[in-house]
């Protein structure tokens, strides 16, 4: 049996590192109802619980982020999802850590933020109802040394109503070589770039062709073979393969830290450079080519690939845990198409 007083001293240190542990919690603030998917306004208040100062990531996937991107979970009383029309990003945790790409809040400090979601969701299909809008939880966290740690915050959700009109349309921008805000340097360097995509994706989608057993490269990105899922993959390279890369928009506007590129599924054709597309290389591993590959297989009309895991080492397990998302993953399409190191 223990002393006493030694309970009591665990008791404290235990209390004492609870106390210290990091905490986010997540407040959020909406009307009762919403006359019209043109007034979908939410606020967001993420707040520190704990005790440190914490550095958090400016995920474009989370609420720390303006960009449309899916940071919400909606539910409607019925149980049916409105659809996801905003944009898909290609994103490093690690590049935008060492980029100063975070959000400083001390102990009980908040950040506040109003997410237009008027042109993010479409609400159609799901119908007018009541809502449930809960905010995704997740965050990059960057420790005092440097390492990336993932913190849920405890979640608030609010409730309203939608009616009205259930979706706006995007302007969508003519499809012609066209180089949004980019200089004549930037230009010359995607220029580059689309060409070596247009390569690589040609000779990914002329190796499935003519290589159609379990080879290495195949299981290595997309895991065990499956004629169903083999089917989705080649239909996937052939559409990017046939791309024409020099008739796309290429907007050079994007300041996001960490991030790549990003685009929106519905509207192929227009691609958003972000800074990381300018200091990675032509070819090769997360590559300027290989970004673009990315971002073009999540264009619906390319097969409409999601983000479930970034990342070599993230690609290859999910090809062996779960070959099925592999399939519909971005990274893995990119990695296939990159073949660095080379796979045969």
Known sequence: MFPFASLVAAALVFASSAAAAPGLSIGVSAPASFSGVQELKISTTLTNTGSEVLRVLNDPESILN???????????????????????????????????GFTTLQAGESVTLTHDLSTTYNFTAA????????????????????SIETIEAETEAVEASVSGLLALEKRRVEKRATFPSCTAARITTTTTAYGAAASIATAANSYLAANTGATTRYTTWFGAENASRR??????????SASNWGSFAYDCSC?????????????????????????????????RAGTL?????????????RDNVYGQSGA????????????????????FAENTPNLP
Request: hydrophobic share 35%.
């Open 66 to 100: 303006e960009l449309d991107t899916d940071s919400f979970d909606i539910t409607s009383s019925s149980g049916a999802h409105p659809a996801f029309n905003g944009a898909i990003t290609k994103y490093s945790p690690e590049i935008a850590a060492k980029d100063g």
């Open 231 to 240: 089917s989705t993959v080649v239909s996937h390279f052939q559409k990017i």
């Open 293 to 305: 590959v990315h971002e073009a297989s999540h264009w619906t009309v390319n097969g409409g690939t």
């Open 255 to 287: 300041t996001m830290s960490g991030t790549y590129a990003y685009v929106y599924a519905n509207q192929p054709g227009t691609i958003w450079l972000c800074p990381v597309f300018w200091s990675t290389t032509t070819t090769g591993t997360d590559s």
């Open 316 to 335: 290859k397990n999910l090809a062996i845990s779960n070959p099925a998302s592999a399939v519909a993953n971005a990274d893995n399409h990119e990695y």
């Open 127 to 146: 119908g007018a109802d009541d809502y449930t809008f809960t905010p995704r939880n997740s965050f990059f966290i960057v420790k005092d040394d440097g």
